[in-house]
């Protein structure tokens, strides 16, 4: 694992744009070990390909590097931001290379062990967390929201792929999208943080 | 015309929209209050897509691949590549990244700098069975108040405990587990030391319905009965 600067673990990820705006290298490096392995789990659900999956993440994070200054807490959190952009970059790319595919992934390999692991469990829970909140939602809600956040489409593309007008398309991601976001109320599993004070 | 941008804001945060889509909202969006608020949250749900995702984990390269292209970047002026401008990003963000800066105060950046590299951490495996727990659908999650993370509660009331980003107990210290059953006293059920990106604590006392779990910083070597406010808790 990585030891350096372990004291930028306990700054909240606002904060660490903040110094990554400063050109704090390391602030990028903390920000990177967060939310690195979501991103390129993304990306690589979107892409379906390594070498562009990591070009898509490289592409992210650099922008949160050079853009930083001028992030604006107010309008979201810093993880929504970075997570944005490499949805953003790797949907860009799979409409240019006309490659995405709508399969869900083959079972991942379970990562080694070792000091991973108990990151490793946090993953796992989150994981649990999205995908039962995503079952309850109706087929219909649900496939529109899979089919554009990982497969990539278009709103219009998905009218014409799916036989329904625009509106109920748009009718399904909005329904959808507003239930998920009511299942996942829940302060405890929030996926970015803010530091717990021992003082 | 507004009311039918008013409904993309799903779509929007879906990355739904085509190009042309996505600068008329936009366009919207600079001045419609009430779907900058809905974005917000909505923006922030889609984004929780991600963490569903089985993928595998990104090659070690990548990081240190990162790394070193934002070094060499910034050590010359590198203009912004023309590529639609996300709308977090506004000119007037500078003022506000340097506020947020300042609220995280130079006194506990200091503090945090000046603690100890080496100090002891334990390098305790996480244990077996709480990995089993862990990974047991029949177990129960109770997300924590107060921090984050969760209790996982096996059918049989043996427990464990989650939580994210703990600062390491100040020195002579330590975290402690409490099990509080429901009208009980509270007992001692772990030590641990914090610092880690995740803690796993295997409680070590069973956890009966309604019961409380919650920790404090004691002394080291911990106490028998909790001196302290509890910095966070889970109701079984």
Known sequence: MHDVKRELAHLSDEALVALAARSEQSALAELYDRYGRAAYGLAFRVLRDEALAEDAVQDAFLSVWRTAARFVPERGAASTWILTLVHRRAVDVVRREQRRRTEPLERAPEPPGGGAVDEEAWVRLQRERVQAALQQLPDQQREALELAYYGGFTQSELAERLGQPIGTIKSRMFTGLARLRELLRDPGMETSWTPISTS | ?236
């Open chain 2, 1 to 236: 015309m507004d009311a039918d941008l008013h409904e993309l804001t799903a779509a929007y945060a879906l990355d739904a929209l085509d190009a042309d889509e996505a600068d008329a909202y936009e366009a919207h969006l600079a001045q419609c209050e009430s779907c900058r608020t809905e974005l917000a949250t909505l923006g922030k749900t889609a984004t929780a897509l991600a963490w569903a995702v089985e993928a595998p984990a990104p090659p070690e390269r990548l990081r240190s691949r990162i790394l070193d292209a934002a070094a060499a970047e910034r050590t010359n002026v590198v203009p912004l590549l023309p590529q639609r401008r996300p709308w977090l990003l506004r000119a007037t963000a500078g003022v506000a990244a340097v506020a947020a800066c300042a609220a995280v105060g130079l006194g506990v950046w200091a503090g945090l700098l000046s603690r100890s590299l080496n100090s002891e951490r334990s390098a305790r495996a996480t244990d077996a069975r709480a990995v089993e727990i862990l990974a047991d659908r029949a177990s129960r999650r109770v997300p924590l108040k107060g921090g984050q993370g969760v209790v996982a509660l096996a059918p049989d009331g043996e427990g464990v405990l989650v939580v994210r980003r703990l600062p390491e107990a100040p020195s002579g210290k330590t975290y402690e587990a409490w099990v509080i059953p429901h009208g009980g006293a509270p007992k001692p059920a772990g030590l641990f030391s914090g610092g880690d990106r995740t803690t796993v604590l295997r409680l070590d006392q069973r956890v009966p319905r309604g019961a409380v779990v919650a920790a404090t910083v004691e002394r080291s070597g911990g106490v028998d009965a909790p001196t302290q406010t509890p910095l966070f808790s889970a109701q079984s």
